[in-house]
Structures are given as structure tokens and as C-alpha cells.
């Protein structure tokens, strides 16, 4: 396999964007990224889409943003894991390239999430769920999250304080990026009083409804050298399921599939979590963040609501998480969250992120873990600095 | 790139299979295909399902059938390109393994289309048009499909017996496939004499509403001989998009993504459409495989239909197209169908197709056409026996 670096990243101001369509978010995106990466070609695309059949009645999505992109005849792949698609759609690229099938590939994703009305959105999103087994009788994804986070509570004492110290967090780093949907401060007594949606969860620990797109380029080394661009590059792609109804696994307060994609991920890098300086994971609600930070392995089982609190995770904490401000503050356009985490990844190692969210001591090696559903699916990356 | 065979195929007797769900199809053809290979283990899965949200209102497909198959945390990646999804699987599969990320790939495809109620089924596969700007005007796939016919007649001077000559052979070639769905002989009376779709497409022109799953299984040359497998080599590979909206073209009488997609896939094999024995191509309607074969450049521009009535295209023709019955005959479970395509063309090539439907003169190099819609995207693929 050849070695694979990310040369150019873009995406647009994500939010609720009732003037621009599916088409037209992609190609904002994709066209940052190209400009990004300063090439003068695209070889194929990979684009991570969870369902835009329910969400704006459109699929073939892959033919149609490459024509939209200007593209005409390009190869290009639409992949679907429900909310790990971007991160699908980014190791389905870097197989390719990896391969010697393509040079130059741009990975995108894209969700248009707010053209639906009454329940919509929540039907559409759990798609993502077991339909027969869970979402027909009644189960959604606040719903599922909220018996994680009640299981995780009654196993550790996992606390509401734990909670909040998420979204705090994380707003507070969102506030500093200029992408995010929701880049306000928050507090924890804000998060506290604001309104329950499944107990424990309230609004505050939920991730929006997003319209949004985010779009990288990887190439070879070589050719990336070529270009003269800052080299970061791909040294570990892990990629696992699980089954996606919660009750047939044998422990809802871990995350099997994520384990698993971070020990493939650090094995093919030869590292292990300790040599990994911050990372971008999917915090869909805040009980999520702290059971992922256990199941990657970064703290022991239990401890993740403890770290959260202590600031550990902060930008000036041991292991840093979320600085882009997560999916609760940047936003979670469910296709486009996977490419956007590579995108925070890249900019921390380039040392380019704004507004003062720069990790003060320059990071080397990063990783994302986006993860589908109640983590039916897991997608983790490790990039590092040439 | 390290070579890839093929070494097992399964698929499920397609249908209306109301007693089956979408998870019960897919495995009974997985189970089938690496029975056949004699494996004893998967690297990972790729899935092709066109929409599984307004289907049956289930995506994260790959997680749900890797769990279903009882394969625990195997990678498993769902892609789509509308009607060319199954196509689109057996190349992300075809690169996965060429690449060294995995030795054993199975790549399966599934469609369970009869459980929408009204025109759901329509709308559903609408969505593989543009719908911005055709689906929400009215436009149909029989329309679409229509105005092709009609453009083809009024250039070429195409006719009715030309469309029923397709119809009538593919119908008996899927008499003696198993498999089939709709495995009856007919006439050319019976199909201008059948109820008016959209003229001058009658329902005999169409391919039908289908259940069903297919799956093939990819590994090494080096592996399949261990294996002591018959060794069905991918030598071509060719993946092109086009506009999907059908007004965007210079010409609805050809079929660009299928001319450039074929012309990558000769180019990796080192062979022209001379050096190729038979081919299963995309006739969702009669017009389609003429102007595909056309398009592949098997016929002149405008021969396609002639060739059709001459018999060129029979089972003892000089170019046979469609041995299973096509989806005409066989069925077209959208997700499903490109990888059927490869199942038929193993078939041919280890002389194993069923009931006196195998080639007389035992065919050494075999092609698949699956195509995304009126044609927005094409997956080629060039088999050659070892």
C-alpha cells in the first residue's frame, strides 16, 4: 500500500440553511478543499451521505455532486453508515489512493437535514437504529443514549456535574471556531436548566440538526511533496461494527466498536494511545464523549465524566478533545461529521486553527472516531505531521 | 495492485417475497456465496443498496448484515449509485482486496422493494433521477426512459420489433435460470399487445419491482489456489458518472458514463470489446440494452436494435448479452443487480449456468454493465477465466 497524505481541507459555515440546497453546501466545501490543496485535478470522489433519500428525497448522490462540482465522468462513490459516513467516505479514499487506483481523491460528506417537517428528522435518523427491533417499537437516539447514560451511571457513578463538563467544553471550544452552527459559551447551570429530552439528557447534552458539508483531498506522498504542501499523513485507518440494536450487546456502558477500530488503527500505525496528542470524537450527546474517551482507551473505564470535570480533556488538559467544539457546538450534519473531525485534525497539526483554539504546545499525531448510530459502527483515524 | 479473483457466488430465488425481510434475503445469498468459496473467514463486507431508508426505512446497512451474518465487528461498508449500487460494491471490494487492506472481501447486494404501499416504490426510485429537476416536474424512470426510445426511433429509425426482440430473448434465457424471477418464455405478440407504461415502453419493455440479494466473494490469486478454487480473475475495472438529469446531455440517444467506463475497464485488462465473449448488461427497459450495447461499442451507433432481431445477441449468437434473462427476466432488486451480473458471468465462465442456458462454445472473458439511472453513473467489469 502506498503512504497517503490529506493536502487540503474546506467546508462551509454549517447551521440551518433554508437558502442553500444538498448540491450547493457539497460544492462549497469541495471547492475550499480543492483550493485548499492548490491541485489542478480530481481522479475520483468519496462522498459519506447517511440518507438522502428521507432527508431531501435524493440519492445517487455521488453522480450528481460530481457533476455539480464540475466534474463530468468523474468515478464517484456515495458510502452510508449512518452518522460514521464522512468517515467512511475518508478511509474508502484512502484505500483508493492507498491502492494505486487513483492519485488524487477528494473525500466529502454532506448532510441537508432541516428540509423535513414535523418528525422527520427523527424518523430519518433512526434509520440508523434496528427498525424492526428497536425504532418500531418506539425507540429514538436521544431515547438510547439516555439508557447508556443511565447504565453508565448506575455502574460508575457517572454524574450530572460529568455531563455538563462536556458541553461546556466543548461550546467553549466551538465558540473559537468560525465554522460552528452553535459557536456560543455555555454554562454549567445553563446546561442544567435547560429542558429534558430523555431523562438524563437535556437539549443541552444533544447535538443539533445540521445543514452542513466539509470536504478533504488526499494524495501520495509524492505527489503531495510536489505541491509543496504541508504533509500531514494517514498512518492508521481501523474500521469495526457491532450489532446496531443496543440490547443485543453484552455491555451498553462500552463501545465495542470503537475499541476494536482503535487497536486496528494504532496497530497499523505501530502506536499506541498514549503516543496520541488530542482527537476529534463523536459526541453526539455528552454521555457519548465520555464512554468513547474510556472506550478508546484514553481513560479507564468509569473515569472518562471524572476527566471531563478535572479539565483533562480541555485544550490545556492532558489529552484534548474536541477542540473544533464537537459535534454538540460545530454542529452534526450526520454525513459530513466524519470529514469535518479530519479537518479539525489537520488544522491542529498544521498549527492553523483559529481564534485561539490552537493547542499551545504543537501537537504531532491526532486522531478522529466517528461512530454510527448507537455506535453500530466506528471509523478511527490517526494522522501525523511529516 | 494485487490480482483479485473470484471464488464463490450466491444469491437468493428473487421474487415477491413477502414472508422475507430485507436482513433474510441478504444472508441466505451471503451464506450461498461463501459456501461456494469454501472459506472459512471474511476480512470485511461491501454491501450495495440503492435506499434502504424509503424502502424499508433501515440504513446503516453494512452494520446490520455483518451482524446478521454473525460476522462480529467485520468491517462492512454500504455504498450506493442508484440502480449501479451492486456494481459500485464488487469495485469498492475489487479495490479493497487489490490494495492489501483485506485478502477475503465479500461483496453483496440486496433491494427489498414490495413492502411500500402505493407509489412508493416509484418514488423511491425516483430519487436516483434529479429531483430538483426532473423528479419534482413529473419525471418518471419509464418517462426517462420513454424519451430515450423515442429520440433513438426518430435518429435511428429504431423500431417496435427491435424493443420486443429484446424482450422476447431475454425472457428465454431467464426461463432456464433458476433464479430467476419471472423465468416464462414470451412472444412478440404477447409484448405489443401489454398494457401501455409510457409510450412507446409497454409494461413488457420494463424490468419489474424485485426482492432480492446476490453476493460474490474476492480474494487473492495466491489464496484462491490454496484454496483449489476455479479461478475467475478481474482483469478490468471502470467506474464513470454522467449528469443525472437527462436534459443536461449532449445526446439522449448514447450513453456516455457506460462508453468511458468500459473504455477504463478495456484499458486496465489490455483488451478491446473484440477480445470480449458474452456480456450481462443493464436492460431495466428493451431500449436501454440497445443503446448500451451500442454505447459499449459492440454495435455501430444505431445497430443495436437490428442486432437484437438478427439474433446476434441470442445464446448462440455472435455476441451474447443477458444469458440469465437480464433484469427483464431475472428481476431488478436495484441494490442487488450489479453483483448478479458478475454471479451470471462467474457462471458462463466455469461452464456451470443452469438448464442449457450455458454458452455452447465455453467462453473465456466475460463483461458486466450495471448503470445508475438513465445512466448517471456506469460500473464495468472484465472477467477473464484463469
Redesign the interface.
Known amino acids: 500500500?502506498r503512504d497517503v497524505a490529506v493536502i487540503g481541507v474546506g467546508m462551509n459555515k454549517w447551521g440551518e440553511l433554508w437558502e442553500k440546497?444538498l448540491r450547493d453546501i457539497f460544492v462549497e466545501a469541495a471547492l475550499a478543499a480543492i483550493d485548499d490543496a492548490g491541485v489542478d485535478h480530481l481522479d475520483?470522489m468519496t462522498v459519506g451521505c447517511?440518507?438522502?433519500?428521507?432527508f431531501?428525497?435524493?440519492?445517487?448522490?455521488?453522480?450528481?455532486l460530481?457533476?455539480y462540482l464540475g466534474y463530468?465522468?468523474?468515478?464517484?462513490?456515495?458510502?452510508?453508515?449512518?452518522c460514521a459516513s464522512g468517515g467512511?467516505a475518508f478511509r474508502?479514499a484512502f484505500?483508493?489512493v492507498?491502492?494505486?487506483?487513483s492519485d488524487i481523491v477528494l473525500a466529502g460528506g454532506v448532510e441537508k437535514m432541516t428540509d423535513v417537517s414535523g418528525d422527520g428528522a427523527t424518523?430519518?435518523l433512526?434509520?440508523?437504529?434496528?427498525?424492526?427491533y428497536e425504532?418500531f417499537h418506539g425507540a429514538t437516539f436521544p431515547g438510547l443514549y439516555a439508557l447508556m447514560a443511565t447504565a453508565h451511571m448506575q455502574k460508575y457513578g457517572t454524574t450530572r456535574e460529568m455531563l455538563s463538563a462536556v458541553a461546556v467544553k466543548n461550546h467553549f471550544n466551538g465558540s473559537m471556531n468560525p465554522f460552528a452552527q452553535y459557536p456560543f459559551k455555555t454554562t454549567r447551570e445553563e446546561v442544567e436548566g435547560s429542558v429534558m429530552v430523555a431523562s438524563p439528557l437535556r437539549i443541552m447534552d444533544c447535538s443539533p440538526i445540521t445543514d452542513g458539508a466539509a470536504a478533504v483531498i488526499l494524495t501520495t506522498i509524492d505527489i503531495a511533496k510536489k505541491l509543496g504542501k504541508p504533509i500531514i499523513k494517514i498512518i492508521g485507518s481501523g474500521?469495526?461494527?457491532?450489532?446496531?440494536a443496543l440490547h443485543?450487546r453484552d455491555d451498553m456502558t462500552t463501545l465495542?466498536?470503537t475499541t476494536?477500530a482503535a487497536e486496528k488503527a494504532l496497530k497499523m500505525a505501530g502506536k499506541s494511545i498514549k503516543d496520541i496528542n488530542f482527537a476529534e470524537v463523536h459526541d453526539c450527546f455528552t454521555i457519548a464523549e465520555i464512554v468513547v474517551t474510556e472506550s478508546l482507551g484514553i481513560f479507564a473505564p468509569g473515569k472518562g465524566g471524572e476527566a471531563a470535570v478535572k479539565g483533562e480533556t480541555g485544550l490545556e488538559g492532558s489529552f484534548p478533545i474536541n477542540t473544533s467544539g464537537g459535534l454538540k457546538s460545530k454542529g452534526h450534519p450526520v454525513g459530513a461529521t466524519g470529514v469535518a473531525q479530519v479537518i479539525e485534525v489537520v488544522k491542529q497539526l498544521r498549527g492553523t486553527a483559529e481564534n485561539g483554539r490552537q493547542l499551545k504546545k504543537r501537537p504531532k499525531i491526532g486522531m478522529t472516531q466517528n461512530m454510527?448510530?448507537s455506535g453500530?459502527?466506528t471509523l478511527v483515524h490517526i494522522l501525523e505531521v511529516a
Request: aromatic letters at 2%; zero cysteines.
Open positions: 500500500m440546497s475520483s447517511m440518507t438522502g433519500g428521507l431531501v428525497g435524493q440519492e445517487h448522490l455521488g453522480s450528481l460530481a457533476d463530468k465522468n468523474l468515478p464517484a462513490t456515495r458510502v452510508e453508515s449512518a467512511l474508502t484505500i483508493e492507498a491502492s494505486g487506483m424518523y430519518a433512526a434509520t440508523a437504529a434496528d427498525q424492526e425504532v474500521h469495526a461494527t457491532d450489532s446496531i443485543s465495542l466498536s476494536v454510527g448510530g453500530g459502527s
